[in-house]
């Protein structure tokens, strides 16, 4: 084999790799996504049972009317969520497509002597781009668990607060004060 032959290949295999190195980074995001969307989901079947174990009166509780709404607001949430993730799994599934795409048309423009450079280059262009939209995506789904973080924290304290202004049980016990701070 001649020596400018064995360069072209060597120089057509290390193209070949750096779109893997976008595949890696890209693989990472598709696995923590994945955590992500199953999280939703787990979260979505629990509110789905508290709400059906409140209606159903299983479980003895109070303020069952606010737990239901919280339950409801919590849920449109979760759909928000869910679609966020959807999008983002799709943008970085096509992201990794574009990546080996581009890998593959890197070797055929060795094998069809040059003239098909534009094709890997748009491909890995494309790949980056789907990948930042990704990336904007899961930005956008974590402030809104974070919200729902707060939510919670605030439904929490919104009970507390209710149960510490109710009058005293029939035992004759004062009512608990709430502590301010």
């Known amino acids: 084999m001649p020596a400018a032959s064995l360069t072209d290949s060597y120089a057509t295999l290390s193209a070949m790799i750096t779109p ?6 890209t693989g990472s995001l598709i696995i923590s996504t994945s ?26 509780t109070d303020f069952v009317e606010d737990r239901l709404e ?8 979760m ?14 599934y096509l992201a990794m497509a574009m990546y080996v795409g581009t890998s593959l048309t ?11 450079l534009i094709v ?5 262009i494309l790949g980056v ?21 707060r939510l919670e924290i605030l439904f929490y304290r919104k ?4 149960r510490a202004c109710e009058p005293a049980a029939s035992s004759g016990e004062e009512p608990p004060v709430a502590k301010l701070g």
């Open 35 to 60: 955590n992500r969307m199953s999280r939703i989901v787990d979260r979505i079947r629990q509110l789905n049972l508290e709400g059906d174990d409140l209606c159903r009166g299983v479980k003895p």
């Open 129 to 149: 781009g789907l990948m930042l939209a990704a990336c904007v995506q899961l930005i956008r789904e974590a402030h809104i668990a974070l919200r729902n973080n």
């Open 79 to 92: 759909i928000l969520r869910s679609d966020l993730i959807r999008r983002t799994l799709t943008l970085l």
């Open 159 to 162: 009970l507390r607060n209710q």
């Open 120 to 124: 890997p280059t748009t491909l890995a």
């Open 70 to 77: 919280h339950i409801a607001v919590q849920l449109d949430r």
């Open 20 to 25: 893997a190195l976008f595949m890696t980074a």
């Open 106 to 116: 890197l070797a055929l423009n060795t094998l069809l002597g040059g003239w098909l």
